[in-house]
């Protein structure tokens, strides 16, 4: 298929490499061009906006850090919507907010196009090694048009309906739950290490019993061995997440006193300069305020 593929930060480029491997054409944009290179010498096709990406694609994909950068590439004079042809998709697999997925949906509808919400769960190098998981909702028959293309990029995906936002709220959802996940594993190894027990030791047991998710497993290493840096998923991006499924959630009427708790940890770790450490790195901010030395 003809492709486009806008957003090639540390997901969007091997997400973008995997289309180009599984053999389509891809025209790529970025907004620091120099990010394009690598894709474009695997026989990718250079752009200069987000429009002439999205122009002769059957398909377009984005791959955006917020809703700014988001609402930008599809909505902006040179965006998407303005190059897409009518007919075809856009695929946004950016973390979004709710409130704008359907703001989306409305505009490409109203240009004639369509629109899937298509969020990933998966660091970076599950990117690179196609082991996301996609979760995706809209229209049925744009959902089942870019079927091949979304099971090219991970081991999995989820098909929630034709509300294309619902994709979002369960992707805000998941997001919650590893942050939540973070912060109790902070407390716990903050606790257990302040108490006597060595890390090294508690990581052990936490294998044998509650290591069943690969997920929990590996941010409890990182606590573990405080290693927070590259960060996979920065800290503000963390923040920016949980504070997008509280407008969600305030906007359904559901209380979520954890995930205000979890924002207001979040918020104390950007406050602090730690917005670009991995959003694990709430195992540094709980051991400081438990007194605790750091480096060990």
């Known amino acids: ?27 790529v944009w970025n907004r620091s061009p120099a990010r394009g290179e690598p894709l474009v ?28 950068a988001a609402e930008g590439v599809a909505l902006g004079p040179q965006g998407i ?28 509808a109203s240009a004639g196009q369509g629109y899937v919400a298509a969020p990933v769960f998966g660091r970076p190098e599950a990117a690179q090694t196609k082991q996301l998981w996609v979760v995706a909702a809209g229209a049925k028959a744009d959902v089942e048009r870019c079927r091949p293309l979304l099971e090219a990029l991970g081991r999995g995906l989820t ?11 369960v992707k805000l ?10 912060e109790a594993l902070a407390e716990a190894f903050a606790f257990t290490r302040k108490s ?5 030791q508690f990581m052990e047991l936490f294998r044998a019993v509650f290591a069943n998710s690969p997920i929990f497993e590996r941010y409890a290493q990182a606590i573990a061995e405080e290693k927070y840096s590259p960060a ?3 800290m503000r991006l963390g923040l920016k997440d949980v504070g997008l499924v509280l407008e969600a959630a305030r906007a359904a009427e559901v209380p979520m006193p954890l995930a205000s708790l979890v924002r207001d940890q979040y918020l104390g770790g950007v406050a602090q300069g730690h917005g670009d ?15 605790l030395p750091k480096g060990r």
């Open 81 to 108: 919507i303005s190059g897409l042809s009518k007919g075809a998709v856009h695929v946004s697999s950016s973390t979004i907010s709710v409130a704008l997925s359907q703001r989306l949906t409305d505009a490409h």
């Open 41 to 68: 010498k695997q026989g990718a096709r250079a752009v200069a906006s987000p429009a002439e990406a999205a122009k002769d694609a059957e398909v377009v994909f984005s791959m955006l850090a917020d809703d700014r």
């Open 232 to 234: 996979g998923f920065a």
């Open 196 to 200: 006597g027990v060595e890390p090294k």
């Open 173 to 182: 959802s998941g997001n919650f739950l590893i942050a939540s996940m973070l």
């Open 1 to 27: 298929m003809k492709l486009g593929f806008v957003g090639l930060g540390n997901m969007g480029l091997p997400m973008a490499r995997n289309l180009l491997s599984a053999g389509h054409e891809v025209a």
């Open 159 to 169: 098909v929630l309906g034709e509300q294309a936002s619902m994709a979002n709220v």
């Open 277 to 291: 450490l991995d959003w694990s790195a709430l195992g540094a901010l709980v051991a400081e305020r438990a007194g």
